[in-house]
């Protein structure tokens, strides 16, 4: 059967290294990777039968979790696409992709560096079946793996000789249940909110999905982009005394960086909710744009609201005017601490403000309790 007719199943083996060990190598050679592929081909054949029928594909190359769950499995879609474009005649039952001096033969079979350290490393499999038997594959090893899916001995001595660690657990678990655990995690993490929302984008891309994060943040999924509430439009709905409402502030921000942090990790592109005016996202910041400055009128200054623990929250740009409070023109957000200069740099040059930062220790609310300036 040709090979663009069998249909992918995506499986993986799941390495728990036991607490305290060095990080293991990210990749397998090519030898080492068919070497590997032998010995799952072995396991997988003893766990599920009905695996005799289809085709193995392996990637020597472990990763992290978030880096296997992005929308459109871009891992398990490029192995697959390498097991197909494998010329008949060399094509085997099992087959495997290693790398050569350190590099994988595609960049998305490459592991970050950046995610090395996690507390469980993830091989990737496909079995590619033929349209008749699929269905049936894919029921069992759905219910197998998930009861019987410790790998043999033999394997896991190999990966532990190999890679030069020691390992507490090594199993098979099919997408679904990698899915399954990724939510748990999360649920435990107080994070729901944000697992519904990369649910939607890696198992129904198509379907908006809208939610509220547990400290009251809107949130929406729609078109591969995850769209968040304002902060400052969030603030300006809430009610109680000024440093409750500035506490409550911080916190939200707190939050926006924790999803944000892990919508990067998953690779969906965040921004903030739409309004009447213009926002824009930029790496490590979002930006709230409200106004344009008045012209001619006094020189924007940028103003820095802060929280202890978590530094500058937000900078507001903001012009003062003769009589009444300063014109506010955009809020700016750091997600990350070394964003905080590119923001002020962009925002110097987009309102012709000075360079200086306004400190004061605080979130500045103004009359209102909304957002402000001094």
């Known amino acids: 059967m040709e090979a663009q007719t069998l249909l992918a199943l995506p499986v993986l083996l799941a390495l728990e290294p036991v607490t305290g060990q060095p990080a293991a190598p990210t990749t397998l050679t090519r030898d080492a990777a068919a070497e590997l592929a032998q010995h799952v081909a ?8 009905q695996v005799a029928g289809a085709r193995l594909a392996l990637a020597g190359a472990l990763f992290d979790q978030v880096e296997l769950l992005r929308p459109g499995f871009p891992v398990w879609a490029t192995l697959d696409d390498l ?38 490393r993830l091989l990737p499999i496909s079995l590619l079946a033929s349209p008749d038997s699929a269905d049936e594959l894919a029921t069992q090893l759905e219910i197998q793996l998930v009861g019987r899916g410790e790998a043999g001995a ?37 994070l729901a909110p944000l697992w519904s929302l990369l649910e939607a984008a890696l198992l129904t891309p198509d379907r908006p999905e809208s939610t509220m994060s547990a400290r009251g943040l809107a949130w929406r999924y729609a078109d591969g982009t995850v769209w968040a509430q304002s902060p400052a439009q969030w603030l300006a709905t809430q009610r109680g005394e000024a440093a409750q409402r500035a506490h409550d502030f911080a916190g939200i921000v707190f939050e926006l960086r924790q999803y944000a942090a892990l919508l990067e990790a998953h690779q969906l592109p965040l921004r903030l909710q739409p309004g ?31 929280a202890p623990g978590l530094g500058v929250v937000a900078v507001s740009v903001a012009q003062s005017r003769a009589e009444g409070a300063p014109r506010l023109l955009a809020h700016g957000y750091p997600l990350q601490p070394q964003a905080l200069g590119p923001l002020l740099q962009r925002l110097a040059v987009r309102y012709g403000a000075a360079a200086e930062l306004d400190t004061r220790g605080t979130v500045v609310l103004d009359a209102a309790g909304g957002l402000g300036v001094p």
């Open 42 to 49: 072995t396991d997988l054949l003893g766990l599920v039968p």
């Open 83 to 120: 097991a197909r474009r494998l010329p008949r005649g060399t094509l085997e039952h099992v087959v495997a992709f290693g790398s050569h001096d350190g590099a994988m033969p595609a960049p998305a079979l490459q592991p970050s560096p950046v995610h090395a350290g996690g507390p469980m």
């Open 154 to 190: 033999r394997t896991a001595d190999w990966l532990m000789r190999t890679l030069g660690i020691r390992l507490e657990h090594v199993r098979y678990l099919s997408r679904n249940d990698l899915l399954a655990l990724t939510c748990v995690q999360y649920e435990h993490a107080n």
């Open 276 to 306: 009447a005016l213009p926002t824009a996202a930029m790496d490590g910041y979002l930006l709230e744009q409200l106004a344009e400055a008045d012209q001619p009128g006094a020189t924007p200054r940028l103003f820095a609201h802060e």
